[in-house]
């Protein structure tokens, strides 16, 4: 098949762009999660490199092949809709094999194939049965069944879990994707979930207002965030604002170190961003960042407790693994909290009435820390 290709692509509502000159590979085998709020284009963007959507701008390729004016129906991609779009009146078997016969498959073979594909999807002995008959994961089994008929080149779902309660969302997670590893198909799924992303996904495309703001693994989008809303929106972080120095960053009289160090002119402004799980109250991670603080509220949620502080640097969150720590704290406790400075990320501050393009343009900063 080779590998799909994003060139620049673009679309406009009017005066509205809802993409924003788009450029991503997929690789060959490879299942990509484009994730993001609502609003931030990733359907919009599904739907292009399904045909469903033409371009105002921009190549789609595949395989080296131009497909960017190529009909839907000849883009031989396989789509599971987040409706899942399956017919009421019809078998479940005859909703599998419909692709095929309105193609011209011979009836017998269209089951045939039917049967094999709801034998992988876990449903055999279903054929027969309506579509009203079956549980929501049940359905969505038949929608994928349906969308791999015609042994698609890339598969394409939109935000397909959305409609499953969060027990059954998580097991079709792991089912979809042990599913799509063994087929081995070029695999993009849109979904503003990042458990989801983060459980499925090879690769993740985290989008914002129309454009991309990181592309990476799900372990380096998590630990290496390119973006101070990419460390905001996948899982959780403490921010706090500063100025640039040698060494690290200033915030009122302290100084927090930055290893590697994150190169500005002194006196940018940066914001800095710390996991809840980077930081210490143990005294365990050396003498730098060490500062007071006091405990304003403890959550306990079962597997892990959120300690929140009050200190110099501001309001912050501590997330402590229950099996890893035992300590009791209550409201009120004077603790010693320390921010490791290798786990600190440094990025360019939005002043205000400024925009992200301003930002990222800025002249002051010389050099980022990988």
Same mark, same amino acid.
């Given at each position: ?34 994730? /993001?709020? %609502? ?40 789509? =599971?809709?987040? %409706?899942?779009?399956?017919? *009421?009146?019809?078998? =479940? ?42 549980? /929501? /994961? ?73 454009? =991309?703001?990181?592309?990476?693994? *799900? ?5 290496? *965030? ?8 996948? /899982? ?42 980077? =930081? ?30 009050? %200190? ?27 921010? *490791? ?30």
């Amino acid at each position: 098949m080779g590998s799909l290709s994003l060139q620049n692509i673009r679309k406009d509502y009017g005066t509205f762009r809802a993409v924003d000159r788009v450029s991503l590979d997929f690789a060959e085998g490879e299942l990509t999660a484009l994730l /993001g709020p %609502s609003g931030c284009g990733k359907t919009t963007l599904l739907r292009m490199i399904a045909g469903l959507e033409d371009p105002s701008g921009g190549t789609i390729t595949l395989g080296g092949r131009d497909i960017t004016r190529l009909p839907a129906h000849k883009r031989k991609f396989g789509m =599971v809709f987040q %409706s899942f779009a399956l017919f *009421p009146h019809l078998s =479940v078997r005859d909703n599998v094999a419909y692709a095929l016969t309105i193609a011209g498959t011979a009836r017998s073979a269209a089951h045939e194939r039917a049967n094999s594909l709801l034998d992988l999807v876990q449903l055999a002995g279903y054929g027969d049965r309506r579509i009203g008959e079956l549980s /929501g /994961g049940q359905r969505q089994r038949v929608a994928i069944a349906r969308a791999l008929a015609q042994e698609p080149e890339v598969f394409l779902l939109d935000e397909p879990m959305s409609a499953l309660d969060a027990k059954l969302r998580e097991e079709m997670q792991v089912e979809l994707r042990l599913l799509q590893q063994r087929l081995g198909i070029t695999t993009i799924v849109v979904t503003h979930d990042q458990r989801e992303a983060m459980t499925m996904a090879d690769r993740i495309v985290v989008m914002s207002q129309g454009r =991309v703001e990181q592309m990476a693994p *799900p372990h380096d989008v998590y630990h290496k *965030p390119e973006t101070d809303f990419v460390a905001g929106f996948i /899982g959780r972080a403490n921010f706090i604002d500063g100025l640039a120095e040698d060494g690290g960053v200033r915030v009122g009289d302290s100084l927090l170190r930055v290893t590697p160090e994150a190169r500005y002119l002194p006196g940018s402004p940066v914001r800095v961003a710390c996991r809840p799980e980077a =930081v210490d109250l143990q005294d365990k991670t050396g003498p730098d960042n060490r500062m007071p603080a006091t405990v304003t509220f403890v959550r306990d949620l079962g597997p892990v407790r959120d300690i929140h502080l009050e %200190s110099a640097l501001g309001k912050m969150v501590v997330e402590y693994a229950l099996g890893e720590n035992r300590d009791t704290f209550r409201i009120g406790d004077q603790v010693s909290m320390t921010l *490791p400075p290798d786990a600190l990320r440094v990025f360019p501050r939005v002043q205000p009435g400024g925009t992200r393009d301003q930002t990222e343009a800025r002249p002051d900063r010389i050099e980022a820390a990988e």
